[in-house]
């Protein structure tokens, strides 16, 4: 009883006696949990568009940054480093268009899904056989020391991060509303048939969208190879973007930066006031917990559109 005490009960009281210390934890994660969302943009805007789920988002995230910092490394400026991978980004885009989801165009989903899975090792492995295994450092001159806002000190990365994430969200929100090309792309959404008959070229939209997810997985590449090293290991991290989706929804703009935000705040408040009585590592597996308590009581997510089948 005393541990279930301790559990329930110390974290509420380090909240109240720190809650200075409490909000900048908190703001952190926020931070952070843009950054989430960025990346569940990316599987969000296929999956909207072609009914895909992209496993290798994470693959693309890795492989945009392993070449901007390695054109970086070969003394290349970054405007140019950043315009050349921006090419290979769209290139790559068309390439898995044109050969490898056009000829599996209304296979189950599940083979699309298979698919992805390869491009994922595909990617993994051509860009590991490119640059290597090593981390690289990327510096894109962020700075990284703390800012006092209001008493509270927050990291100036994490606010640069969240403001760029946050405008290519916007963009790319008021791109989906108000252009024709976002129109039949929500049209493209809604019913591939309808749209087709109505003359909006499926092909032409489906590598639009993977272009874009590219150059979203591009901005989240560089966000995280700035804060944490350009390594494999931003595949998985990219990952997190998978509870994000279940929390918000998978066909939901909107419901992916909330539920980033609702990931990365979490998380963080979890680690730093339950890591000692839970044991340490929280972040590592709190999103999948708490992804796993929506798909057992709201599958949909937060924004999903409740599944109603009839017989």
């Known amino acids: 009883m005393e541990t279930l005490s301790a559990v329930l009960v110390e974290p509420f009281v380090a909240i109240a006696e720190a809650p200075m210390f409490f909000f900048e934890v908190l703001i952190g994660g926020l931070l952070s949990g843009v950054m989430y969302a960025l990346v569940a943009l990316g599987f969000v805007l296929i999956f909207k568009a072609s009914g895909v789920f992209n496993f290798a988002q994470g693959a693309m995230v890795l492989f945009a940054a392993l070449f901007f910092v390695g054109f970086i490394d070969l003394g290349w400026p970054i405007w140019l480093s950043l315009v050349v991978t921006v090419g290979v980004m769209v290139l790559l885009a068309l390439v ?4 490898v989801l056009r000829p599996l165009v209304n296979q189950d989903p599940i083979i699309l899904f298979m698919a992805t899975i390869g ?8 860009g590991q056989t490119l640059w290597g295994s090593d981390v690289r450092r990327l510096d894109i001159g962020i700075p990284d020391d703390p800012l006092i806002v209001a008493g509270l000190y927050v990291n100036q990365f994490d606010i640069y991060a969240a403001v760029i994430c946050g405008l290519l969200v916007l963009g790319l929100a008021l791109f989906f509303q108000f252009t024709p090309t976002g129109r039949a792309l929500r ?6 048939q309808a749209a087709m008959s109505v003359g909006v070229p499926l092909n032409v939209i489906w590598a639009i969208v993977w272009t874009v997810a590219g150059i979203v997985g591009l901005v989240a590449g560089i966000m995280w190879g700035a804060k944490l090293g350009v390594q494999f290991n931003l595949a ?5 973007a998978l509870p994000v989706l279940i929390l918000g929804g998978f066909t939901s703009v909107p419901g992916a930066i909330v539920g980033g935000l609702i990931i990365g705040a979490g998380e963080k ?3 730093v006031f339950w890591g000692e009585v839970l044991g340490g590592a929280i972040e590592d597996w709190f999103a999948y917990m708490l992804a796993m308590v929506f798909l057992l009581f709201r599958p949909q997510g937060l924004f999903g559109e409740k599944i109603i089948e009839r017989v």
């Open 269 to 271: 408040v979890a680690e």
């Open 119 to 126: 491009i994922t090792f595909f990617l993994d492995g051509f």
């Open 236 to 240: 998985l991290i990219a990952l997190k």
């Open 187 to 192: 049209a493209v959404a809604d019913d591939h």
């Open 96 to 99: 898995i268009e044109r050969a």
